[in-house]
């Protein structure tokens, strides 16, 4: 199976960048996913393929890599922000996620 | 406004068997794959299974392949899962999830989740 490597956790100030990093263990091309989950909620999309912005998520997310690297940033950051956000392929079979990223705020 | 609303869960002993059910509303149900979507106490997202707009294609990781069985009423608007021989580490939360197949295969509506534990 595809191995997602996310870091553990960031802590960021309110109103800085936040870049977060995601690595597969093999290219899944640009079929890279991003959700937020913050705590005792459900999951929701924030980025798919990659670099396309979800219906509704608002334009200081954004997305960028392929093959083997992504990254999802946040700019500026807000309070609201601070979730564990998971990355997941659907390139190779099974899809997979990541372990998350905790963001934490300052 | 999208919904889905999971029900069925809670505790039961290792080797029986529980059915989950996920009814959906604020969209065509009949249009969209649909997914389950399960996570550990704790832990990370685990892809359980997928079925195709009209029931006909499943896929199931090799984790519950053999036990687990997704299946829907379109006329319903329902998703099922069932789950046979449950295993101590088929404990997690259990996500319906509306499922995007022919532009990336990702989940883009969520339900609350629903607990399942299995223990003695």
């Known amino acids: 199976d595809t191995v997602l490597t996310q870091s553990p956790a960031l802590a960021v100030s309110p109103g800085e960048r936040v870049s977060i990093s995601c690595r597969a263990s093999?290219?899944?091309?640009?079929?890279m996913h991003w959700y937020q989950q913050k705590p005792g909620q459900q999951p929701k999309l924030l980025i798919y393929?990659?670099?396309n912005l979800a219906s509704g998520v608002p334009a200081r997310f954004s997305g960028s890599g392929s093959g083997t690297d992504f990254t999802l940033t946040i700019d500026p950051v807000e309070a609201d922000d601070t979730a564990t956000y998971f990355c997941?392929?659907?390139?190779?079979?099974?899809?997979?996620f990541g372990g998350g990223t905790k963001l934490e705020l300052k | 406004e999208v919904q889905l609303v999971e029900s069925g869960g809670g505790l039961v002993q290792p080797g029986r068997s529980l059915k989950l059910s996920c009814a959906a509303s604020?969209?065509?149900?009949?249009?969209?794959?649909m997914a389950w979507v399960r996570q550990a106490p704790k832990k990370g997202l685990e892809w359980v299974a997928t079925?195709?707009?009209?029931?006909?294609?499943?896929y199931y990781p090799d984790s519950v392949k053999g036990r687990f069985t997704i299946s829907r009423d379109n006329a319903k608007s329902s998703l099922y899962l069932q789950m046979n021989s449950l295993k101590s580490e088929d404990t997690a939360t259990y996500y319906c999830a509306r499922h995007v197949f022919n532009y990336g295969s990702y989940d883009d509506y969520w339900g609350q989740g629903v607990m399942v534990t299995v223990s003695s």
């Open positions: 393929k990659a670099s």
């Open positions: 997941q392929q659907s390139w190779n079979d099974p899809r997979t």
């Open positions: 604020g969209f065509t149900f009949s249009n969209y794959y």
């Open positions: 079925i195709s707009t009209s029931g006909s294609r499943t």
């Open positions: 093999e290219g899944v091309n640009s079929y």
